[in-house]
């Protein structure tokens, strides 16, 4: 197994220009979830998703869209990229009625210029 | 809204010794508190987990407490090694949205030898 894999490791971009970072995982889990992390503020929840076509906003949702349309899969587009989302992304993973331990994809390095 | 404290941003003591992790938290009644380790660029790593009605968990050199009264868990590796050396989270879950983890900014060990 994979595990939770993330495309791309690294990327910059302009500001005003768009992406997705791509979130798979292949453990057949329910729910899914995009942090950013950044220096002295931890990991903050930007959206997440509790199942196949539904996603929910986190704590820091402004700026970003995300998809469910396959149980493996977890899009966030960026629709007009800004320095302020210079970030380190994760991507998590998991099952419910499993204590909610949740497993971490290798991070997305966005810098945005 | 929930806040998250861990002790100290930094904590360094020599090989052997016993590191002891806080985290506290106010605003929330969680039903678990998760710990995870985070190495330099990758993400984090799921390590225990203590439910709300119990007092310590261990896990071979770990060990968690769990004190609902003082909103406290403090977090044990005993006989210290360099290799323990990383980046420490805990996250707090529960309450009316289950799955959804709220994390605190991590305590950054070293252990030199």
């Known amino acids: 197994n994979a595990g939770v894999t993330q495309t791309p490791k690294f990327r910059v971009l302009k500001t005003g220009q768009s992406m997705t970072l791509l979130c798979a995982q292949d453990?057949?889990?329910?729910?899914m979830y995009w942090y950013r992390q950044d220096p002295g503020m931890g990991l903050r929840l930007i959206h997440y998703?509790?199942?196949?076509?539904?996603?929910a906003k986190g704590e820091v949702p402004d700026g970003y869209n995300v998809s469910r349309l396959k149980k493996q899969n977890f899009l966030l587009g960026l629709e007009s990229a800004a320095p302020s989302q210079t970030s380190v992304y994760f991507c998590a993973s998991t099952m419910t009625g499993a204590n909610y331990e949740q497993y971490f994809g290798p991070g997305t390095r966005l810098t945005v210029t | 809204s929930q806040k998250i404290e861990q002790n100290s941003e930094a904590l360094n003591i020599q090989e052997g010794k016993t590191a002891t992790l806080t985290c506290n938290y106010t605003n929330y009644s969680p039903a678990y508190l998760q710990w995870y380790r985070q190495d330099p660029g990758r993400g984090p790593v799921f390590l225990l987990l203590?439910?709300?009605?119990?007092k310590e968990k261990r896990k071979e050199r770990l060990k968690v407490t769990f004190d609902t009264t003082l909103k406290q868990s403090l977090f044990h590796i005993t006989a210290s090694q360099p290799a323990d050396s990383a980046t420490y989270l805990c996250a707090l879950v529960g309450g009316s949205t289950l799955g959804r983890l709220y994390f605190g900014r991590g305590t950054q060990l070293t252990v030199w030898p």
């Open positions: 998703s509790v199942g196949e076509g539904t996603t």
């Open positions: 453990m057949n889990h329910e729910y």
């Open positions: 203590i439910r709300e009605n119990e």
